[in-house]
């Protein structure tokens, strides 16, 4: 069970489908497909389900970008108002280039978490989100 999850979340953060392992969960470059076009695993659910991927997404950015700006401020390696917009445009820039990694994050780790939910949906059973 546990390779079963560690499967799901490597597959899925490779842009690969966490159940069948097939390539390409991306329509265009911010919209996964519904369902993996190969095995029918939903990749989206119901309204909301990807707002996972948006705590991610603000975690990578503080993370990566606006606290390392914040220390080299604190440090005394920029102004207040070199560091201000640093940040700023990094903060409102780099949500938008690690939207697609978070997205892959998210299914990769919701799978990973209920690996259950492969298995009703790959069988049909009762719960299934598509009827």
């Not at 095995?39 to 997404?57: F, S």
């Not at 560091?83 to 799978?111: D, M, N």
């Amino acid at each position: 069970m546990e390779h079963q999850r560690m499967e799901a979340f490597r597959r899925g953060v490779g842009n690969r489908c966490p159940r069948c392992g097939r390539e390409g969960l991306f329509v265009t470059a911010y919209r996964l497909h519904r369902d993996c076009p190969d095995c029918g695993l939903p990749l989206e659910h119901e309204d909301g389900w990807a707002l996972g991927a948006i705590p991610l997404n603000y975690s990578l950015t503080c993370l990566g970008w606006v606290l390392p700006v914040s220390i080299i401020f604190i440090l005394g390696g920029f102004s207040l108002k070199t560091a201000a917009i640093i940040g700023g445009l990094g903060a409102v820039v780099l949500p938008f280039l690690t939207y697609r990694y978070s997205k892959k994050v998210w299914v990769g780790l919701y799978y990973a978490i209920l690996p259950r939910e492969m298995r009703v949906r790959a069988e049909g059973e009762k719960g299934d989100i598509h009827g």
